[in-house]
């Protein structure tokens, strides 16, 4: 996998932070963008969790982008920080159809009646609209599907996502969740791995990875990369770039996303190298040299 610069062109396949924002009070400040991840991937176009502002984000991009070429929308969960622009851009992708058009993949929670976050004049406009099931796969074109992986997150049904494409290499998304004792078996086969850390330290009661989680994964998991995104306000306070590089292993390089990064699905090597120079600290290192963050939490 390879991180590419904005200016350049887009590679074949791809994806495109739309937004790294994680937590209600990142979102609501806009400090990082909310507008989830754009795909392209095996003739599949589509984003994953439309959050705030993610319309804006598909409108400025550069190379440029266009919502009414997307075939594809996912819900990984209902929660508005990845939902809120479904219906806006389900518009774009269907405004020059005669006929409905593209699909939706999300959980059933999000189609509850009277609450349903897709609005009805918007989903008779849909060709397909499918739902998570733990392990279900669903085509989205005639080389990919998308594997379902279930999660648990805040009383809601959350599910992350394992693309699978004839002659190109798998990828994933951990979603909002608490760390979960199978996702080194569903996801060994990724090469890249993307990961919502929202918190530096676990904190009870809250269903997110943390850094910890994500060393204790890598310890059994073997992606070439691994984008940690959707941070929260104190994991931006502390860098995170230097705690990605920190959880960076002889097997897996670890990077923190950034708003309009862009990532090459199908280039060799990874980012080896970038990270190497001067002696490596842990992440339990970064995290005990800042003692005012998440006071009481005993890091072990």
Not at 108 to 122: A, K, N, Q
Request: aromatic share 6%; proline share 5%; charged share 20%.
């Amino acid at each position: 996998m390879e991180m590419k610069n904005e200016s350049e062109l887009y590679p074949g396949n791809f994806i495109r932070f739309l937004g790294t924002a994680g937590t209600r009070f990142v979102m609501l400040s806009q400090r990082r963008s909310s507008g989830g991840i754009w795909f392209s991937y095996g003739g599949a176009m589509g984003v994953i969790d439309p959050g705030p502002g993610s319309l804006v984000q598909i409108c400025a991009a550069s190379p440029p982008l266009s919502a009414i070429d997307i075939d594809t929308l996912i819900l990984t969960h209902r929660h508005i920080d990845h939902s809120s622009d479904l219906n806006v851009l389900v518009e774009g992708m269907t405004l020059r159809a005669s006929e409905p058009r593209g699909r939706v993949i999300l959980t059933e929670d999000c189609l509850e009646p009277g609450d349903s976050v897709i609005l009805r004049y918007e989903s008779r406009r849909v060709e397909l609209i499918h739902t998570h099931a733990d392990e279900a796969r669903t085509e989205i074109s005639n080389r990919v599907s998308v594997e379902s992986v279930l999660h648990k997150h805040h009383g809601v049904q959350c599910y992350g996502l394992i693309f699978r494409g004839d002659g190109l290499p798998s990828w994933g998304l951990i979603s909002d969740t608490v760390a979960l004792p199978n996702f080194s078996a569903r996801y060994s086969e990724c090469e890249l791995l993307v990961i919502n850390v929202a918190m530096p330290l676990p904190r009870a009661r809250l269903d997110h990875m943390s850094i910890p989680d994500v060393e204790s994964l890598l310890q059994a998991l073997y992606p070439k990369l691994a984008i940690i995104t959707h941070m929260g306000g104190f994991l931006l306070d502390m860098g995170p770039e230097e705690i990605a590089a920190s959880l960076s292993t002889e097997r897996t390089s670890v990077a923190a996303a950034q708003d309009g990064m862009v990532v090459d699905l199908e280039a060799a090597g990874g980012l080896a190298g970038l990270h190497r120079g001067g002696a490596m600290r842990s992440p339990r290192d970064f995290l005990r040299e800042r003692p005012n963050i998440y006071q009481g939490l005993k890091i072990l």
